[in-house]
C-alpha cells in the first residue's frame, strides 16, 4: 500500500540554524499539508499546498516558514531560522483531493538546543 | 474558530470491553476524521466521515451533524487498540482543527 515517507526521522540543530523536512507524499495525490506537535500538545495545523502553491496557512506559519515542491515528487518544509519553540514533531501529509482522507507520514522529530 | 473536545481525556480497558470515545464540536463542518496516534507518534487516519455511520473491522464511527458530535467505538477491545484517538474537523477550507485526543489503555 503506499504511503507517505518522512527524512529525517529525528533532527537536532542548534537556535538560529536552518532546517529542511522533507516529505515524499503519495504519487497521485494532488493536496500536501505540514503540521506540528509539541510534546504533550494538540497537533496544529501549519500550512496546505495544491497547485504549486500555498493554499492556506496558519498563524504560526510566519515568515520563517515555507514550502516548496521542488521536483513533482518531494514536498519541504523549510525553517529560516529555528528557535527553541521550534522542537516539536512535524507531520506531513496528502491526499487525493480538497475534502478527503489525509495520509500522514510517520513525522520528523526537530529538536532545536 | 472550531473548537475541538474529546471526552473522556483518559481511558483504561479491560481486553474485550467495549469503548466509546466521543467528540464535540462548536461550528458546522464538511467533514469529520477520527485518527489513532500510536506511542511512537505515527498518525493513521480511521474514518473520515461527513453524515451516519462507518464501520472498519472493529471499529464504528457516527457523526450526528445537528448535535455537532461524533463517537468512535472499538467493540471486543484488545491491547493492540492502545493509542491515544484524535478527533479532527474541516470546515469549509482543508484546514483541520485537532482536538487534544483520548488516551487508550487496554489491558490483557
Not at chain 2, 37 to 62: D, W, Y
Amino acid at each position: 500500500e503506499p504511503e507517505v515517507t518522512q527524512t529525517p526521522s529525528h533532527q537536532v540543530t542548534q537556535m538560529g540554524q536552518e532546517v529542511i523536512l522533507r516529505c515524499v507524499p503519495i504519487s497521485n495525490h494532488l493536496y500536501f499539508y505540514w503540521y506540528r506537535q509539541i510534546l504533550g500538545q494538540k497537533v496544529e495545523f501549519l500550512v496546505s499546498f495544491y497547485n504549486n502553491e500555498i493554499s492556506e496557512k496558519s498563524e504560526i506559519f510566519d515568515d520563517q516558514f515555507s514550502v516548496e515542491r521542488p521536483d513533482g515528487s518531494n514536498f519541504t518544509l523549510k525553517i529560516r531560522s529555528t528557535k527553541l519553540e521550534d522542537s516539536a514533531m512535524y507531520f506531513c501529509a496528502s491526499a487525493q483531493g480538497a475534502v478527503y482522507e489525509q495520509y500522514f507520514g510517520p513525522g520528523t522529530r526537530l529538536t532545536v538546543t | 474558530k472550531n473548537e475541538v473536545e474529546q471526552s473522556p481525556q483518559n481511558l483504561t480497558a479491560q481486553e474485550g470491553e467495549f469503548i466509546t470515545i466521543n467528540c464535540s464540536y462548536s461550528v458546522g463542518i464538511s467533514a469529520l476524521h477520527w485518527l489513532q496516534q500510536h506511542p511512537g507518534g505515527g498518525i493513521v487516519s480511521l474514518f473520515m466521515l461527513s453524515s451516519g455511520k462507518k464501520k472498519h473491522g472493529r471499529l464504528i464511527a457516527t457523526i450526528n451533524i445537528q448535535e455537532k458530535h461524533s463517537s468512535l467505538h472499538i467493540t471486543a477491545s484488545h491491547p493492540r487498540d492502545s493509542a491515544v484517538y484524535i478527533c479532527a474537523v474541516e470546515g469549509g477550507s482543508e484546514k483541520l482543527v485537532f482536538g487534544k485526543g483520548m488516551k487508550l489503555t487496554v489491558n490483557p
